[in-house]
């Protein structure tokens, strides 16, 4: 299996910019979640779904950020417009209901600069 | 509200040496306690998970951990440490494996010869 992918692996941008992370979920996995880490806070989650609907959004920080999961196969996180404290790396998880003991699995993550 | 607490940010042994990385939880339910590991510029790698059952388990590349629900912890360790285990490690809780997973801030490793 190919594992989670996400696109770009890194991203540099200026404020005021719209900037679009993309996650590709294991297949036949039926939850994705979107995570944050900076050095400050940690990973943090901003979002996850069940079946590509959205089932708690509370880890998003502001209207600024917005997460769309249109397949079972794809997955975006949209900010805009991004500001430099937006600065973090990105991951995106999945993981499958039907396994006894679940687990997340991890994408590589993109790492996005805000200047 | 859940938490987890890395008491170490930074810890440095000798390649050889054993090592022990802690981790504390608070969590209101049976807890589901995972160790992940995050090499530089990498993303994170599941070692190992605990839900029920025997409280010592065991994980991938050698290590092991130990649940202690009268402690509130879920210690990582490995008996003989190798250079290529320096990273980063995290501990996270949650109700299950398909539920958000609440971290620790981790315990970057470092090797020496």
């Known amino acids: 299996d190919a594992g989670v992918i996400q696109s770009p692996r890194h991203e540099v941008t200026e404020m005021g910019q719209e900037v679009t992370l993309r996650c590709k979920p294991i297949s036949g996995h039926d939850y994705l979640f979107w995570y944050r880490q900076t050095m400050m806070r940690g990973l943090e989650l901003l979002i996850y779904?069940?079946?590509?609907?959205?089932?708690?959004d509370s880890g998003m920080p502001e209207d600024r950020f917005s997460a769309k999961m249109p397949n079972a196969s794809f997955s975006t996180l949209k900010i805009q417009p991004s500001e430099p404290r937006d600065s973090a790396v990105y991951f995106c998880?999945?993981?499958?209901?039907?396994?006894?003991?679940?687990?997340?699995?991890f994408g590589p993550g993109t790492r996005l600069t805000v200047t | 509200a859940q938490s987890v607490t890395q008491p170490d940010i930074h810890i440095t042994v000798s390649e050889g040496a054993s090592l022990e990385l802690r981790c504390n939880y608070s969590?209101?339910?049976?807890?589901?306690l995972f160790w992940y590991v995050q090499s530089p510029g990498q993303g994170l790698q599941l070692l190992l998970k605990y839900f029920s059952g025997d409280t010592l388990v065991q994980g991938i590349k050698g290590f092991e951990a130990e649940f202690k629900r009268s402690q509130s912890s879920f210690n990582l360790r490995k008996p003989s440490v190798h250079w290529s285990d320096a990273a980063e490690y995290f501990c996270?809780?949650?109700?299950?494996?398909?539920?958000?997973?609440?971290f620790g801030k981790g315990t970057r490793l470092s090797v020496i010869a």
């Open positions: 779904f069940n079946n590509n609907v959205p089932i708690d």
């Open positions: 969590y209101g339910a049976t807890p589901y």
């Open positions: 996270a809780v949650g109700p299950s494996g398909n539920t958000p997973l609440v």
């Open positions: 998880a999945s993981s499958v209901w039907d396994k006894p003991y679940s687990e997340q699995y």
